[in-house]
């Protein structure tokens, strides 16, 4: 019995039905392609066959097959660059081309590879190979047309989450925002760890003159930080709006989230008062690291720890109410910030630390100047390394504090 009878013979008809239903065979061997051709056509594939490496890209372009059998010396074009062709026209379509090669050598059967190729099929073909190598490029086809499916219905998915989130988070800053921005006494810097800020910063102006601000740090960080600061933010600018002092205020959003908040979630915070025509404020710190006093010299002058409980955690309403007056006379500032600034960490996982924030205090500054120094030496120490916490700094310049507690909106 004759190669050509034997591969015809030994070709199972099981493969009828595939899946495959189009194949493209390329080879300049007119012999070849008629016994390639009719074991395909035996296993129920529509076969269409070119007869050097050009005609294979047009047909394919035309024809569209599902499969491409491809000899590796042709005329007008080798296989090599019909491979290459074909594939960059599939892109992120999966269509295998098997190498038809007598070739035995590791550097052809590399190019063969590296032009694109998924296998290879030696001549004199053998029925049984042929349709074991078919069947297996099939399952391989299957299973990458089902990965491409689930991968865009993923990426459509994340498309619409990213969509909403990204209008929950204008909506987040529309109402964390809508208090007073324009307070020449304060600046501040926040950066989020992701697109919604755990840290909330919010101020507003009281009815009879002076200011009142927080600076919350909720436990974790985006959407669900984010949803526990709404409330917070609506407590403080109503009661704010009503002339309440701060201690008032940290009692009614305590309460608030002790009963909103699952158990293990609270928020750190300090809330400050400034009051009309007074260089002094009164502060009250609940679980945020130690508010630094700096005189106008630039060098430390108090630390102020914190007296209270983070919000959220104890429904005691005694326990949330400590606070402390600050006189900012001679020019003195005040800087408050989350962990996550002394917490930042560089690209060697080294921390920031409040012993490195310290050293900036060391009168070479003076107090007008630290809060773009502090942000500057921050930023010089993480570099290039991903953000670990949400980050905020608040720095309060006390030679402005009266005069911006006397402008009433």
Known sequence: ????????????????????????????????????????????????????????????YDERPDMVLMDVMMPVMDGYQAAREIKAFCKDEFVPIIFLTAM????????????????FLNKP????VLQAKIGAME?????????????????????????????????????????A?????????????SLFNGDILIMARKPCGGINLMLGDFTGHGLPAALC????????????AKGCSICEISKEINRKLNNVLPTGLFCAACLVETFPGRQSINVWNGGLPEILVVNREGTLAKRILSSNMPLGIIDDES???RVESIDLADNA???????????????????????????????????????????????LFRGKAAQNDDMTLVGIDGNLVSSDSLLEH
């Open 139 to 179: 399952r391989i086809r299957k299973l990458y047309s089902t990965m491409r499916d689930q991968k865009a219905k993923v990426e459509l998915y994340q498309s619409e989450v990213q969509r909403e989130m990204e209008l929950a988070s204008r909506i987040f800053e529309k109402i964390t925002s809508s208090g």
């Open 181 to 193: 921005t324009d307070l020449s006494c304060i600046k501040s810097y926040s950066t989020p760890m």
């Open 229 to 240: 600061a709404m409330p917070t933010a609506d407590i403080f600018y109503a009661m704010t």
């Open 125 to 128: 073909y053998n029925g049984v």
């Open 333 to 379: 500032h005040v800087f408050i910030y989350s962990d996550g600034l002394i917490e930042a960490q560089n690209s060697r996982d080294e921390m920031y630390k409040q012993s490195r924030l310290d050293r900036l205090f060391d009168g070479s500054t003076r107090a007008e100047a630290l809060y773009e120094k502090i942000v500057e030496d921050v930023r």
């Open 319 to 321: 326990a949330v109410c």
């Open 1 to 60: 019995m004759t190669e050509c009878a034997e591969a015809l013979v030994s070709f199972d008809t099981s493969l009828a039905g595939s899946h495959l239903s189009k194949i493209l065979i390329a080879d300049d061997d007119k012999v070849n392609c008629m016994i390639l051709k009719a074991l395909l056509s035996k296993g129920g594939h529509e076969v269409v066959v070119a007869y050097d490496g050009a005609q294979a890209v047009r047909l394919f």
């Open 104 to 119: 035995r050598d590791e550097d052809a059967l590399t190019r063969c590879i590296e032009s694109g190729g998924d296998d």
